[in-house]
């Protein structure tokens, strides 16, 4: 290679996601819902937009998308149409992209319903092939890639890949879970050492939501999704900017491309003393979440911790009334919004749990039953099979939990034992 070049690589797009039980909001005027809506059904191609900008500004060499282009494999006309005028914008400036489908829009060989411009190639389900990046006469980079041809390829498809030793650089495109990410399902599953075994220079990734380096040599690389579409996807989301120098060293760049940023705000009780504090306490702290987000839209779930006197209050539905009033004052008709999601209430009467551990009461001999749980491999055996029904009835959904997953299940439940025997003459 006589000169460096770079790209671009991106993943889990999940073009039109559809953004459910936005609609059934209500307690709120129709145009502040509409804006929000509006918003929210448009920022994973606002994100796909942010991509293509910024291989434009980066005059980057190739795209590379590592599959879920889509969220639905039937997907809109919409999504397809915003998707190819996003490549034909890259077509103007010469920037050829490379995509592989994932299990969201695995390829089975019978939607094509458009014409592509030729500067899109997408792999063949199934097999692995290779594409040259070809920059004035000289192959600068060979890009490997296999798209999935069902929804749950449960075969090893790391293992198909194999670089050619004349290949001046190369990159493998693959949807895959890699190490058995518990939240994301086990498709195309493998290892790092899989991944090693193949040679390659530089591995795109897709199919784990948020943004993750395994190696760095060979670099191994998740983008992530480059637009949060739910409480979970916190945080900067984006897709990640690749600089290969002649020598064939790769500085990587994370570049935020999120339209709209979903975060978690929390806020304890525990010196609160009325549901007005609590409103003035959030509506001064969302009023902020903008700045330190780089000014994006915000959508945020509420979680309140801590123990104090106003939890018998947001037990009895006050939570509701608390998120209608932040709504009004944050949201607006149109432009840029903060928009409480939910709030969630993790919260506890005022007491001192270690004094009530101390009583004769009959909540302090459960709780001391309970203090045993930690440790007594006789108990928690008795708790795991008290578990063992759900586990039954719900296939493999529920699955039995982990050491570290009872204990917080062992936490919950003595809140709500707490919460349930409590009488406020106890103590
Ligand atoms: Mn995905």
Redesign the pocket.
Known sequence: MSEGFSFIHAG?L?LDSPFRGFEHISGIDEPIKENILRRLRNCTFAALENIVDACIEYEVDFLVLS??IYDLVDRSIRAELRFRNAIERLADRGIPVFAVH???DFDNGIRARLTWPENVHFFSPGEVEYREVIRQGEEIARIYGISYPRRDVTENYAAKFKRHQNAPFAIGVLHCNVGGVPEHENYSPCQVSDLVQAGMDYWAL??V?SHRVLKDSPCIVYAG?PQGRNPRETGDKGCCLVNVSENGLIDLQFLAVDDVRWTETRISIDNIQSEGELITQLDNQLTGIRSIHNKKSVVTRIILTGRGPLHRKLQSGAPADILEELRLRLAGEDGDFIWPESIKCTTGIPLDKEALRKGETLLADLLALRGRADKDETLRSMLRESLAPLEDRTGSYVSSPSEAELDLLLEAAEDLAIDLLWEDDQL
């Open positions: 889990d999940h599959g879920d994932g299990n969201h897709g199919h939501h999704s």
